[in-house]
């Protein structure tokens, strides 16, 4: 079974800097797909972004863009000249290319502060 | 508007009193789901859908029953809630491609006392 790991519970940042949120996830599989979702303290699962694994490129959207590397299993938002409205729980996730139930495989989640 | 709808928002209820949660999305979805999400633990799968009349299991089935009569609606039963069923709880839907990710309802927040 596939696991997500977000290791960092809570992150704040400066507002017009930039973070970057970690997740790294485990699989034995070639072909999935890894998502990024916010949730604002209005509790809507918003997507941020989407990374198709057979893709080399660096998928991005606006300020957000990601770093994966699928070797080492990293996929990690980073979100560039931050505003207060980005201030949400960030959940990284996966969903295998495969037949069957494709659940998307969620991780614990990482907490953004935005300080003005 | 695309969307999915979830009723009703907020729930609080006693333990063992049958409830259920509803869920409809108006995108001609083949795939749907439900999730709860608890503190620490992200969001975890309950039970989804393939498509009319299929259903399955997902990573946390216990105490709970689904179904999916017609392609839009995929209610959420709980028969007989227990206080470790509190949580907020998601539907969500996807075409059924895995490249797809998922469009979520708003949740809903229930508590069981």
């Known amino acids: 079974a596939q696991t997500v790991t977000q290791s960092q519970p809570e992150m704040s940042v400066q507002e017009a800097e930039t973070v970057t949120l970690s997740c790294t996830y485990d699989?034995?599989?070639?072909?999935?797909?890894l998502f990024w979702y916010k949730q604002p303290p209005s509790r809507q699962m918003i997507l941020v972004i989407r990374q198709e694994a057979y893709k080399q490129q660096n998928a991005t959207e606006n300020r957000f863009s990601v770093n994966f590397q699928k070797a080492a299993k990293s996929f990690s938002l980073k979100i560039s000249d931050s505003q207060l409205g980005d201030a949400a729980m960030y959940f990284c996730?996966?969903?295998?290319?495969?037949?069957?139930?494709?659940?998307?495989?969620f991780g614990s989640g990482t907490r953004l502060q935005v300080q003005p | 508007e695309a969307q999915v709808t979830q009723n009703p928002r907020y729930l609080i209820t006693v333990t063992g009193k049958k409830l259920t949660v509803t869920c409809s999305q108006n995108m001609n979805h083949e795939y749907m789901s439900w999730y709860r999400q608890d503190p620490g633990l992200g969001l975890r799968q309950i039970y989804y859908s393939m498509n009319v009349e299929v259903t399955d299991k997902g990573d946390v089935p216990e105490g709970y029953k689904v179904s999916r009569k017609e392609k839009r609606n995929f209610p959420l039963i709980l028969e007989s809630p227990s206080p470790n069923q509190t949580s907020l709880y998601f539907c969500a839907s996807s075409l059924s491609g895995a490249r797809y990710g998922y469009t979520f309802g708003s949740g809903t927040r229930l508590t069981v006392v």
């Open positions: 699989t034995s599989e070639s072909d999935y797909y």
């Open positions: 996730a996966y969903r295998s290319a495969g037949a069957g139930r494709r659940a998307l495989t």
